[in-house]
Nanobody
Framework: QLLLVESGGGLVQPGGSLRLSCAAS????????IAWFRQAPGKEREEVSC????????TAADSVQGRFTLSRDSANHTIYLQMNNLKPEDTAVYYC?????????????WGKGVLVTVSS
């Protein structure tokens, strides 16, 4: 069974930082687009950031530009989301995902999510 497992979530104060990890031990990350999505309470899921299969193209939501950084460590089968200067509106369940085709298409594999709460 192919699994993505997120970790690193928790409670953080506004202005703080967290790094989310997504373990993808069964995947060759060089063959997939990688992405993080989030879903806040009462809202639809939104794409936070995505990087193309080649790694040459990356996108990020306007709300996280300059604060969040997506990266992949293919050797260790892990995807990261570094989140800095966190705001209360960043509170959500965060999901990592992999895509066979690329960013902007339906993602093929999803993790179960990890909760991030930004509050004082």
């Amino acid at each position: 069974q192919l699994l993505l497992v997120e970790s690193g979530g928790g409670l953080v104060q506004p202005g703080g930082s967290l790094r989310l990890s997504c373990a993808a031990s069964e995947f060759n990350l060089n063959h997939y687009a990688i992405a993080w999505f989030r879903q806040a309470p009462g809202k639809e899921r939104e794409e936070v950031s995505c990087e193309s299969i080649s790694g040459r193209t990356a996108t990020a939501a306007d709300s996280v530009q300059g604060r969040f950084t997506l990266s992949r460590d293919s050797a260790n089968h892990t995807i990261y989301l570094q989140m800095n200067n966190l705001k209360p509106e960043d509170t959500a369940v965060y999901y990592c995902a992999l895509g066979n085709i690329g960013c902007g298409y339906v993602m093929a594999y999803w993790g179960k999510g990890v909760l991030v709460t930004v509050s004082s």
